[in-house]
């Protein structure tokens, strides 16, 4: 087959759509299907072909809300000019399934929306966008959603008239990373952490991910185990010209079309770890930005994941939790309640949810849990086990994509 998967951000962007994409187009172009990927232009790529996959990228931004700008004509005529079997639509609300709304009832393909939870779909600025969706989703042949239980599939749903499209596969991890899993003191000792309890959070650098959550819980936990708090995130310090006149163009851009206030998260991170590190001789906190190969490792050598994001669908990083035998501890976000019931692999926190629909994680409830778990290793090694074993029987690459290799095939 000659596969097309269109997704706003990819490889070497981070992120877990990016992830979900990259498993997809390598699983499918390693048994020999044709894979290509179109996606926004990185300064940071430096090849357009990797693990046989041909990468086309755009110079576009936006969404059918904000408004779309760049080479959007391009975009439209390479997936409409083409002959593609199946083209695979990773995300709505951007550019990439946006622009092609209008045309999809033109394209011969088998057309396959991933929704990824409509984030957007109580938002009054949003109506005119969903409106128009409702009119074009009957031109799709399929859709894959993560869950049943969020907003997406439940929108679908009432405005489609054939049931038979729609398919449910959850998200997972990477066997290739983490099937070969050691005991925690041997990945420990590489970050000089043996007698430590180690707590990780892993999210994009913007304050929805909720990082300055995490860290106001943990400095109002009162311990006197030695615990060690890691925030990873994917902030650059690159001191490349064309990179920093890239982002410096990028944030001119989101400033005029989000309208978003500023705020400094580094700084306040930096300042508030320096103030804890300083006062508290058995807590301490470490903000990094790990390669890839490095984070695995932390991930395996943490025993407790916090998770705080304030918008989400079905986030990787649970399921990479998962597999590294962390007890997690989350709120209601997304159907990250639904994996954690599920498993048993957690607590789950308090929350409110603000007139914007996000959901904002309970910082003094959050500590309350996190010392809970912070004094009782037998919980820990309850929930971690069975994390593993959930990870291991059902939510890893191998068997999830036999699920979508027959929805393609179909």
């Keep these: 087959m000659k596969i097309l998967i269109c997704c706003e951000n990819f490889y070497p962007s981070i992120g877990g759509v990016q992830e979900v994409c990259m498993q997809l187009a390598k699983r499918f172009s390693k048994i020999d299907h044709k894979v290509y990927v179109a996606t926004s232009w990185n300064p940071y790529r430096k090849s357009n072909k990797i693990n046989g996959i041909q990468i086309i990228d755009f110079k576009i931004f936006g969404n059918f809300t904000r408004s779309i700008v760049g080479e959007t004509q391009k975009y439209i005529d390479y997936v409409c000019k083409n002959d593609f079997d199946v083209i695979l639509i990773y995300a709505a609300q951007q550019w990439s399934c946006d622009l092609l709304l209008k045309y999809i009832p033109k394209i011969n393909a088998k057309k396959i929306l991933v929704p990824c939870g409509f984030s957007k779909l109580y938002d009054r600025n949003y109506l005119p966008y969903f409106d128009f969706l409702k009119k074009q ?56 952490n043996e007698n430590e309890i180690i707590i990780l ?122 597999a590294s035998a962390n007890a997690l501890i989350s709120h209601d976000v997304g159907n990250v309640k639904e994996i954690i019931n599920k498993t048993n692999s957690g607590l789950i926190v308090n929350n409110q949810i603000d007139s914007s629909r996000k959901s904002n994680i309970d910082i003094h409830d959050l500590a309350n849990k996190l010392k809970l778990l912070v004094d009782n290793k037998e919980l820990i090694k309850k929930f971690s086990s069975n994390g593993r074993s959930h990870y291991i029987n059902f939510y890893n690459w191998k068997k999830i994509f036999i699920k979508y290799e027959n929805i393609f095939s179909k």
């Design 201 to 322: 959070t892993n999210g994009s650098f913007t304050l929805d991910k909720g990082l300055k959550d995490v860290l106001d819980a943990f400095s109002i936990l009162n311990t006197d185990k030695n615990i060690k708090l890691y925030i990873n995130s994917d902030f650059r310090n690159d001191h490349k010209m064309i990179v920093k006149i890239v982002n410096f163009l990028k944030n001119i851009l989101k400033t005029i079309l989000f309208k978003k206030t500023n705020f400094n998260l580094m700084k306040y991170l930096k300042n508030k770890s320096k103030e804890i590190n300083m006062k508290n001789p058995n807590k301490k906190i470490e903000i990094v930005n790990l390669k890839r190969d490095t984070l695995i490792e932390l991930y395996k050598s943490s025993d407790i994941f916090i998770f705080a994001s304030k918008i989400e669908y079905s986030p990787l990083v649970i399921f990479e939790a998962m």
């Design 137 to 192: 989703l009957n031109y799709f042949d399929k859709f894959i959603f993560h869950t049943k239980l969020y907003r997406d599939f439940q929108f679908i749903k009432k405005n489609i008239i054939d049931f038979n499209k729609l398919y449910l596969i959850p998200n997972c991890a990477d066997e290739n990373e983490f099937d070969d899993l050691k005991i925690k003191t041997f990945y420990k000792k590489k970050f000089n």
